[in-house]
């Protein structure tokens, strides 16, 4: 998927770790009920090494807070959705699966 059609649904306010991009589009583009993604703050902490990682956190007022984590460092995502949260967590396991 090109950013132009994701750009609608992806607001790049912030730059993005490495990785995350790649795997926001997939989850874009294979879930319709995703209206959007924000990435938020990005800071650098030692465990985040290998394949990109994502854990939903927190509900918010029109979805969820999840951490990618990925190249050293943790980025915030706002995901608004009205999926649950296990319905979320399997569409990021299969967007993740999807990238490699």
């Given at each position: 998927m090109?950013?132009?059609?994701?750009?609608?649904?992806?607001?790049?306010?912030?730059?993005?770790?490495?990785?995350?991009?790649?795997?926001?589009?997939?989850?874009?583009?294979?879930?319709?009920?995703?209206?959007?993604?924000?990435?938020?703050?990005?800071?650098?902490?030692?465990?985040?090494?290998?394949?990109?990682?994502?854990?939903?956190?927190?509900?918010?007022?029109?979805?969820?807070?999840?951490?990618?984590?990925s190249?050293?460092?943790?980025?915030?995502?706002?995901?608004?959705?009205?999926?649950?949260?296990?319905?979320?967590?399997?569409?990021?396991?299969?967007?993740?699966?999807?990238?490699?």
């Amino acid at each position: 998927m090109k950013l132009r059609a994701a750009q609608g649904k992806l607001k790049i306010e912030h730059s993005i770790i490495d990785g995350v991009r790649d795997f926001l589009e997939t989850l874009l583009a294979g879930n319709p009920e995703v209206r959007a993604v924000i990435p938020g703050v990005i800071r650098q902490v030692r465990d985040a090494r290998g394949p990109v990682k994502v854990r939903v956190t927190v509900p918010t007022t029109n979805g969820w807070k999840a951490i990618a984590l990925s190249s050293g460092a943790r980025q915030e995502l706002f995901i608004s959705t009205p999926l649950d949260k296990p319905a979320l967590e399997k569409a990021i396991e299969a967007a993740l699966r999807e990238r490699g």
